[in-house]
């Protein structure tokens, strides 16, 4: 049996669903039978069941977008650019789904991007405009839900929040990052203990403490697990974590 002929209308709706997915004319026209021609619906098909183009590897497109936010003196996107990016993307770059980006991309400074990391990013997310990553926003938005995916999405803010050229994280973004993070994870203590850190410690925060606490609030989330909380049971516990749980507790503790 021959293909089955389209209609204009339906020619016009592959056209646009090729041109936010990337997708061959024969997937485009599958999601979109699938989905009793609804081109938003077809587009969430083919994100949400994690589809990807199915044309010669042809990366054209995604070093166009590269050009548009390119710094004009350096071969990079910078901070400028990364702006431009986000506005176009439609999201605040204070949201957090741009940490999921970049993770995605593995940038190694944050507000910059390498022609690398934004071409092989946009390749392994399976986008080529600025369409198509928009309507994948809510599915990198849902990782932050997957344990294991937050787990090396809080791993990797470390090293990306750092300044170039410093092993350890400065106070003040320590504090914007876990506010960030923790807003998805719902850590009761969150602001207590960014409070603590600024009034105690004033230094800059170690990959360790870093690492541990996200254990830490797992295991402590509410004043009974806190009372509860056996610092001895882990000998390895950061010093810093060791003073908040006996300043929370107080001197007759």
Known sequence: MGKTKLSTSQKQQ????????????????????????????????????GLTASTPNDNSAIISLYERYRDKQEDAILADGVGRFCQDL??????????????????????EFSKDEFVEGMEELGCNSIDSLRH???????????????????SYAYGFSCEKGQKCLQLDTAVAMWQLL???QGWPLVKRWCQFLETNHKL??????????????????TEADLQQFDASSNS??????????????????
Not at 27 to 40: I, R
Not at 136 to 152: G, H, I, V, W, Y
Not at 204 to 221: G, M, N
């Open 90 to 111: 439609q999201v605040d770059p204070s949201d957090i789904v741009t940490l999921v980006i970049s993770w995605h991309f593995q940038a190694a400074t944050m507000c």
């Open 14 to 49: 592959v056209s646009q669903f090729q041109g936010i997915t990337g997708a061959s004319k024969e997937q485009a026209a599958g999601c979109l039978q699938s989905s009793q021609w609804n081109v938003e619906l077809a587009i969430n098909l083919f994100f949400n069941q």
């Open 204 to 221: 800059a925060v170690s990959k360790d403490t870093w690492s541990q606490l996200l254990d830490f609030a797992k295991i402590v989330r």
């Open 182 to 184: 923790f807003s998805e």
């Open 236 to 253: 390895a516990w950061p010093y810093l974590i060791d003073d908040f749980v006996d300043q929370l507790r107080g001197p007759d503790t």
């Open 136 to 154: 994948k926003l809510p599915q990198l938005r849902s990782e932050l839900t997957n344990e294991n995916a937050f787990r090396d999405i809080y």
